[in-house]
């Protein structure tokens, strides 16, 4: 079983810096990619940004490209999201999740694509 647990949401304000961590469980990390979503209030839940196996390929949603940084560590089963120039609809839930199939030329982005969540941290930007 794969667990995911996300960290470093808080309250910030606009201009603001966060940097969001999802530590994972398993002893397969370094096959997974890794994505991050969010989801605001009442609206459904968004590709953020994803990362191959070995950070050799990133992907962002237009919204985040260019604020945003996703970054991983095999060696401590952790993968992270940078997020600067923060602005008040950036607030979400955000949440870490994983992909195990193991496809190495794919990059997903899709939720289908995800077998495994985290349970979110919140991330509030106050204009």
């Known amino acids: 079983q794969v667990q995911l647990v996300e960290s470093g949401g808080g309250l910030v304000q606009a201009g603001d810096s966060l940097r969001l961590s999802c530590a994972v469980s398993?002893?397969?990390?370094?096959?997974?990619?890794m994505g991050w979503f969010r989801q605001a209030p009442g609206k459904e839940r968004e590709f953020v940004a994803a990362?191959?196996?070995?950070?050799?390929?990133?992907y962002y949603a237009d919204s985040v490209k260019g604020r945003f940084t996703i970054s991983r560590d095999n060696a401590k089963n952790t993968v992270n999201l940078q997020m600067n120039s923060l602005k008040p609809e950036d607030t979400a839930l955000y949440y870490c999740a994983a992909d195990d199939s193991g496809r190495r030329y794919y990059l997903p982005r899709f939720e289908f694509d995800f077998a495994y969540w985290g349970q979110g941290t919140q991330v509030t930007v106050s204009s």
């Open positions: 398993g002893r397969t990390f370094s096959r997974y990619a």
């Open positions: 990362i191959n196996w070995n950070s050799g390929n990133t």
